[in-house]
């Protein structure tokens, strides 16, 4: 695995630096999640989609904009009962 | 000894014919002024010391110093510096390091180690109150006492089996019969060992020997004559050498390694060996071919591990061992060998002459004659006994008429050689079983398959095995004092203590580490770390330290013994304690190494020491040598401590600092204490500023101490500080500036010059209007010190003028009245451009006043100069005007000046002494010359013209001359001013030179050939190819030969001038010429420098470009067939070139046509040539990407994962080039191809498919490749889920935020919602 520059990463600098990366051993329930944030963090990035996502609920944008925010935190609920999940963050 | 090129001159030697003493040779001695006169009157008094550096850069010092190559004073030079008086026991022997060879003498610490380095091994031990020389006297001591006890035991053991007495007398027999060169008395070694203080290693190999002597000589007693003597080990060499000459040796010249060299054992036979200067080749050579050669019939091993040991089974039938008893009987092929009565070392003449002159071809002929040799060898009849049933067979007699062959000359190299067996290179074949030493009967049949009978476990010809104890490395005779123990036969690991097991492991450990092969290395540094807390913290080190400390220690030994304490400490961590004063004393002096990786380990060791350690242990441990009487110790513990602060932050220093500096009972406390601040500076540069204020308070009232030394080290402190600081921070210094003012006026000489120094440093520091106020103040002290005989004071005011200068509120008019004149009249005279460190700080501040008060101001002063009649001061004033007119320009040069300074320059240029001994070059001298008359030129410019003629002149009549030198320079000198010729107008003059030059291209000297060839480029480049006389049709015939020349510099000049031609007038020469030179091209791929092969490269697009890429491209692709793969290479980039400045089109049809010729290399070519051709071509790659998609597509799927790599780099940089383009469809298809790679082992080609991936993504959105990779991202196989990790990985690390569309859609599971139902809204 390299950067951009092509300078090799190592794998714990890999998650350190980007969160949504995974490895072999990563559980459903952590790559959704991931990807749910991603997804999220996308939505509230572009301002366009933010607006578009207000009109289709009818709430307005900053509104719309914290929920999204707060989703981040656990988008998929809590981690499936006996897989203790490892830097899910709650 | 330093090596180091910018060590200050060495100072006056006083040691009558050794050598002069350099850098770091000097010692240093605590109090100047306490100091012996008598030795100082060497130094030519007191104040001399300080043109000495006194103590060796840190890091931050060695850095300044490449910067600007600059060998100031240092900082930290408050001791003055004695040389030390000779021990007359220290008289080294001369051979001594000739002898050592590659190997031993100079990469051995302690011979390159200053007296004061050696200072180390003094370092007393506080615990127990002894030195280091003690502790390894008690630990000689401690060995011999325990191999008396041994031996006494062994006596007693021998008694119980009463063969004792007979052999010992045999023994005295045979040494009798020798003149007494068998087993010395005790006594007689103990009076050898009495002979020096320093001949250490020389009693041990007496001691060992004792021993073996006695039942070495005892135990073998085999076959008479022959065996008795055989006990000639390698500890025996020392000895009969030792008691054959111990007597004498005792008293007359000390002796040192050579003289252990073989003696042999005893008279009649026996080997004898170098045991020093081939340490690698006895251990095994020697033992292993006598057995072999004489069929088995003696022989036997020094080294127990490497070969099983073979005694005479039919002697001596005791289980019970030593590996004395072990040593080779000598064979009968040695005995002509060593005929000279065995007295003399004649085969140090086998061992020691040979082995160094074997270079490697012998070396494999001697192998593979051996190889052969043991292959031919014709069966023993035991071996044959061993494998043919015993009846029905009967031995026949040879036919009469049968004589065996017998050539000598192919014998010849097949006497045995004490080089065989040992990393053979290559594959070698197994030894057959009949053959290995050491086998039984029951093993040979065993491995021909015969049945075993119970009573055949006899050995082949009487032999019996000895244990072999896993193989350790060879040990030297040096560290035999720390390793000896573990020659000695274990009769019974179970008796062993557990401390003495472990203290055997540790110590096979570290041998292994110090001496042993990079493999056994690594295992054993991995087993040392991994054990360390078991091994226990006393264990270690009470080993490996005085191995650090071991006069025999190299520098490779150091560094590895080094990072076994590093690991071994992360390990212990806090178990450390104890042994932190011990560590410290082995490891504090490689701070102040010469060897720049040696301080920076020791640094490192210090700083994990202090981490593991904790900051009270530190503190508390080194507290007492804080005011050790020796200066050495407060040296070394100064820089230590200052480690320690950057290791564990300064704030917690500081209170500990503050109190030592104030401290009561002894000034030296306070002299150190102020030295580590000194030191923290030093080390950490601006990371000091957060604690500025308080080190400044810390160290300030020292500069108003009573004791002299104290106050300039406090001085001297404040400018490191300052320095450090640079640009900020004034206000910390506001406390000391007082002082340091008073301190100025008031003391003169040393003093003076450390409170100078700081003033220097904190001066720039300030604002304008102080920094001129005070400038102002210190002046009339520093024109008054302009006058100071002490060279160290004329640097340290030169570098304080310089500084003050530099500020900006000095006024120029103040500089021009009151600098200038008294400046001029101290240091612009010759006696300053004899040193090298004044000649640079002369220029420097000169450059720095000029850049106050103006270019004309200076060179007016100097301008004439340049014809005074000693070349180095004509020299300095030339490198002046240089730097001078470089930074200033000659705007405000007068017509006069200018007239003055052409001919300064004319004259100095023409009266170079020409040093024609050389090959050519005039070095460093030279150039100054030639960098001054070029940039003198260059800055007239067209003010130039009058004086053109005459320089080119002058120029002309150089390149005739004798000495190559000084043609090189001259046709440099041509390079340097044609661009102002050029502006000049003087076409004409340079089309002469032109001509000239072209004249001068049968040149012979490479040099200067390749600098002729420069002058010419530079002549075509500024007068263009239409105007170049000679015309271009016919200078380029005559290049191409000079392209064949081999020589860097006439390749690289040559092919720049011809690759201008061909980029800028091809159209002045014939096709048949280009393609001529096309040919001498291809050679020059295989350059070494890059330069050539790049401008090659390049010239073979121009030339295309001339000349059409047909010919070229035929060329070019013929090339491809070649075996060297960097001409290949080369080649490849070339076809690209060429395509890129004609066009694709016209290449790739050839190109393509190229890749059905069946063959791996010339495929590979065009695929990379492809690879090269789409990087360079871009988005043109559009139009060809159909074109090439079904040969690719071949090459993705051929079964060499070369051409999967290739075609790999080949998609990656067509799909970035076409992303956007709209082939997405092409590029789909390739990625078909590229996929399955994935799962590809080798590096460089799951590289190169990860490349072609990224390039894909790029090109059809990362989506696609989403697509295919969440396929296996939970794959049952871990293998398949990691590499599909890793290439969403790269995905996401690109492009994550665009994948947020391509996840895929995943059910509810549970409690859990997975759906991204935002992405379901829509309006």
């Known amino acids: 695995m390299s950067t951009p520059g092509g300078a090799p990463i190592h794998k714990d600098q890999l998650k350190a630096k980007y969160i949504g990366t995974g490895d072999a051993d990563m559980t459903k329930y952590e790559w959704v999640t991931n990807m749910h944030r991603d997804t999220l963090a996308s939505h509230v990035g572009h301002y366009d989609q933010l607006s578009y996502y207000a009109v289709a609920q009818n709430e307005s944008i900053g509104r719309v904009k914290k929920e999204f925010i707060e989703k981040m935190l656990q988008p998929c609920n809590k981690p499936p009962v006996g897989k203790t999940v490892a830097g899910d963050g709650i | 000894m330093s090596g180091n090129a910018k060590d200050p001159p060495p100072p006056p030697s006083t040691d009558g014919g050794r050598g002069g003493i350099k850098f770091g040779t000097d010692i240093a001695y605590d109090d100047a002024y306490s100091a012996d006169p008598s030795t100082l009157a060497g130094l030519g008094g007191v104040d001399d010391d300080r043109t000495m550096v006194t103590s060796l850069p840190t890091l931050e010092e060695e850095r300044r110093m490449m910067m600007d190559d600059d060998d100031e004073y240092d900082e930290d030079n408050d001791e003055g510096r004695v040389i030390a008086p000779i021990d007359p026991d220290d008289v080294e022997d001369p051979f001594v390091r000739a002898a050592g060879g590659g190997s031993g003498g100079s990469a051995r610490v302690i011979d390159r180690e200053s007296s004061y380095h050696a200072r180390r091994h003094d370092r007393v031990l506080r615990e127990d109150g002894s030195s280091y020389k003690d502790v390894m006297a008690d630990v000689n001591l401690d060995r011999e006492r325990r191999e008396l006890v041994e031996e006494a035991r062994r006596e007693l053991l021998d008694e119980e089996t009463g063969e004792f007495k007979t052999r010992l007398d045999e023994n005295g027999g045979a040494g009798g019969g020798d003149g007494g060169a068998g087993g010395p008395p005790v006594g007689e070694m103990e009076g050898g060992r009495e002979g020096g203080r320093r001949r250490r290693r020389w009693d041990n190999t007496s001691t060992i020997t004792t021993k073996d002597d006695i039942d070495g000589g005892g135990n073998v007693v085999t076959d008479g004559e022959q065996s008795l003597s055989g006990s000639g080990s390698r500890w025996d060499d020392g000895d009969s050498s030792a008691s054959a000459t111990s007597a004498a040796a005792a008293a007359a010249r000390r002796r040192k390694r050579w003289d252990e060299t073989p003696v042999l054992a005893s008279g009649r036979t026996g080997l004898s060996r ?238 292994k580490i110090k001496s042993g092969t990079p493999p056994q290395r690594k295992t054993a540094m991995r087993q040392i770390t991994d054990k360390a807390r078991s091994f226990g913290a006393g264990p270690l080190f009470h080993q490996i330290l005085p191995l650090l400390m071991s006069p025999a220690l190299e520098d490779q030994e150091r560094h590895l013994l080094v990072k076994v304490i590093d690991r071994v400490l992360y390990k212990l961590d806090d178990l450390v304690r104890p042994y932190v004063h011990r560590i410290l004393a082995v490891i504090e002096p490689l701070l102040i190494d010469e060897d720049y990786y040696a301080r920076v380990e020791g640094r490192e060791i210090i700083s994990n020491l202090a981490k593991a350690a904790g900051l009270s242990t530190m503190i508390s441990t080194m507290r007492p040598d804080i005011d050790s009487p020796d200066e050495y110790v407060r040296n070394t513990t100064s820089r230590a401590f200052a480690v320690v602060a950057s290791a564990l932050g300064v704030p917690s220093l500081l209170p500990f600092l503050k109190a030592v500096c104030r401290s009561r009972k002894s000034w030296m406390a306070r002299h150190t204490g102020i030295k580590i601040v000194q ?102 002290i520093l024109i008054r010190e302009f006058h100071s005989p002490d060279e160290e004071m004329k640097r340290i005011v030169l570098k304080v003028v310089q500084q003050c200068v530099g500020t900006a509120g000095v006024e120029p008019e103040y500089i021009r009245k009151e600098i200038l004149p008294e400046f001029f009249r101290n240091f612009w005279i010759r006696r300053m451009a004899l040193d090298r460190r004044n000649y640079k700080q002369v220029i420097e501040t000169t450059e720095e006043l000029a850049n106050k008060v103006g270019c004309s101001d200076i060179l007016s002063r100097i301008v004439d100069d340049l014809k005074d009649d000693s070349e180095p001061y004509r020299r300095m004033v030339m490198e002046t005007t240089q730097k001078v007119l470089e930074s200033l320009g000659s705007g405000d040069i007068d017509d006069r000046l200018e007239e003055r300074l052409i001919d300064g320059i004319l004259y100095a240029f023409q009266e170079q ?252 070519g065009v695929l990379k040539a492809l690879s090269f051709m789409f990087e360079y071509i871009g988005e043109m790659g559009k139009d060809y990407i159909y074109a090439v998609t079904p040969l690719l597509e071949d090459a993705l799927m051929d079964r060499d994962a070369v051409h999967r790599q290739t075609g790999c780099a080949a998609v990656k940089h067509l799909s970035l080039g076409v992303a956007g383009l709209g082939c997405e469809d092409a590029l789909i298809h390739l990625l078909n191809f590229v996929w399955p790679n994935i799962f590809e082992e080798s590096p460089h080609v799951i590289q190169a498919t990860c490349d072609a991936i990224e390039g894909l993504m790029v090109a059809l959105g990362p989506n696609v490749i989403l697509a295919y990779t969440v396929q296996g991202l939970y794959h049952p196989a871990r293998k398949v889920r990691e590499i599909y990790w890793k290439i969403y990985n790269m995905m996401y690390i690109y492009a994550a935020d665009s994948m947020v569309l391509g996840f895929p859609a995943i059910e509810d599971e549970g409690d859990n919602t997975y759906a991204r139902t935002t992405l379901e809204l829509f309006i």
């Open chain 2, 274 to 511: 170098d045991s020093d200067a081939t340490p690698l080749v006895i251990g095994k050579g020697w033992d292993a071919t006598p057995v072999i050669l004489s069929g088995g019939r003696t022989g036997g091993g020094t080294d127990p591990s490497s070969t099983p040991l073979i005694q005479g089974g039919a002697t001596d039938g005791r289980p019970k061992r030593s590996r004395w008893d072990s040593t080779p009987a000598p064979s009968t092929m040695m005995t002509p060998l060593l005929s000279g009565g065995g007295a003399t070392p004649s085969s140090s003449l086998l061992v020691g002459g040979q082995t160094p002159m074997l270079t490697g071809n012998l070396a494999k002929a001697l192998l593979n004659e051996r190889e052969m040799e043991r292959r031919n060898r014709p069966w023993t009849d035991a071996a044959l006994d061993a494998i043919l049933p015993s009846e029905g067979y009967s031995t026949l007699p040879p036919p009469s008429s049968y004589v065996p062959m017998r050539t000598p000359g192919r014998k010849l190299l097949s006497t045995p050689t004490p080089y065989g067996q040992r990393t053979p290179a290559g594959f070698v074949m197994d030894i057959p079983p009949e053959e290995r030493e050491g086998q039984t009967l029951q093993d040979i049949r065993e491995a021909y398959g015969v049945p075993v009978s119970i009573d055949s476990r006899e050995l082949i010809g009487g032999e019996s095995a000895a244990a072999s104890d896993g193989a350790l490395p060879y040990i030297k005779p040096e560290d035999m004092q720390y390793f000896g123990r573990l020659m000695e036969d274990v009769e019974d690991e179970k008796r062993l203590t557990k401390e003495e097991s472990r203290e055997r492991q540790i110590m096979a450990l570290l041998l």
């Open chain 2, 679 to 780: 030191q923290i500076a030093l080390l950490m540069g601006c990371a000091v500023l957060p604690y500025l204020r308080e080190l400044v308070e810390i160290v300030g009232h020292g500069l108003t101490d009573e004791q002299a030394k104290v106050r300039m080290m406090a001085a001297l402190t404040i400018s490191s500080l300052a320095e450090a600081a640079h640009p900020y921070g004034i206000e910390s210094f506001d406390s000391v500036i007082r002082s340091l003012w008073k301190g100025a006026s008031e003391h003169h000489g040393k003093g003076l010059a450390a409170f100078l120094k700081a003033i220097g440093f904190v001066i720039p520091l300030m604002e304008e209007n102080y920094a001129s106020h005070y400038t102002r103040l210190v002046m009339p």
């Open chain 2, 913 to 1164: 002494a020409v040093d024609a001994g050389t090959s050519g070059a005039f070095g460093k001298e030279g150039q100054v010359m030639l960098d001054g008359f070029g940039t003198v030129v260059n800055a007239l410019g067209e003010r130039c013209k009058p004086y053109l003629k005459q320089i080119a002149g002058t120029i002309k009549w150089r390149l005739n001359n004798k000495a190559a030198s000084v043609r090189m320079q001259a046709a440099d000198l041509i390079g340097r001013i044609a661009v102002v010729m050029k502006a000049c107008g003087e076409e004409q003059l340079m089309g002469h030179l032109g001509v000239v030059l072209y004249e001068y291209l049968g040149e012979e000297y490479p040099d200067v050939l390749g600098s002729i060839l420069g002058a010419l480029r530079s002549i075509v480049n500024v007068i263009g190819m239409t105007k170049m006389t000679p015309p271009i049709r016919d200078l380029l015939p005559r290049l191409t030969p000079i392209l064949r020349n081999r020589h860097e510099k006439v390749q690289e000049n040559c092919i720049d001038l011809v690759g201008r031609i061909a980029d800028r007038g091809a159209e002045f020469v014939s096709a048949k010429e280009w393609m001529r030179i096309c040919f001498e091209l291809l050679e020059l791929l295989k350059a070494h420098k890059k330069a050539i092969r790049r401008a090659a490269v390049s010239t073979f697009g121009y030339i295309a470009k001339a000349v059409g890429p047909q010919d070229v491209l035929h060329t070019l692709l013929n090339n491809l067939k070649v075996q060297d793969r960097q001409m290949r290479v080369c080649t490849t980039v070339a076809i690209a070139i060429v395509a890129e400045t004609c066009g694709p089109f016209t290449v790739l049809p050839a190109l393509m046509n190229e890749y059905r010729v069946p063959e791996l290399n010339i495929q590979n």
